[in-house]
């Protein structure tokens, strides 16, 4: 009888544990969603057709290469994209095409740390829009990119 307690008071435990970590892994996918519907509330007020945010939209946004003009701090001449840095699969960690720098996964399944202040993501979208775009992504692109990496969970097997 006391061992039986003792099993249900370890399962007990672990369930509570295993839920407290559940949450803050979760946290950040759903920072990242309440980001993604509020990018795509400002594109739903500018332009009333906007459907709301679209993961193939954003798939193709990240993959999209844009010709770097002289002067560009990346690669003046080259086409570059999102995926230049970020590997094609946004759960996998990257590294910056001029330093070599290591980054660490966009998706926020696999890094919990990547949408934690929404301040730091509106600065990163501001500088790496201009600099891989050459100006600052709409409202309508954010949503999308945030729902592409929303669907990326797995790294790729290296």
């Known amino acids: 009888m006391k061992l039986n307690r003792s099993v249900k008071l ?17 946290a950040d996918v759903v920072t990242a969603q ?17 459907a ?19 002067g560009d701090v990346h ?33 926020p399944h696999v890094n919990k740390k990547r949408f934690q202040s929404t301040r730091e993501v509106e600065k990163n979208f501001t500088k790496h829009c201009n600099e ?6 709409s409202p309508e692109e954010k949503a999308n990119y945030i729902a592409y990496l929303l669907t990326e969970k797995t790294p790729s097997k290296k």
């Open 34 to 50: 309440k980001l993604a519907d509020k990018y795509a509330a400002a594109a739903k007020a500018t332009d009333a057709a906007y």
């Open 10 to 26: 370890n399962h007990y435990l672990l369930a509570t544990l295993l839920a407290i970590f559940s949450v803050g892994a979760s």
């Open 52 to 70: 709301g945010p679209s993961a193939e939209d954003g798939r193709v946004f990240f993959n999209r290469e844009v010709i770097q003009f002289k």
């Open 75 to 107: 690669a003046p001449g080259k086409a570059i994209a999102c995926a230049s840095c970020h590997t094609a699969n946004p759960a996998d960690a990257g590294k910056h095409i001029v330093t070599g720098k290591l980054i660490k996964p966009l998706s």
């Open 132 to 137: 891989v775009v050459g100006s600052d992504c």
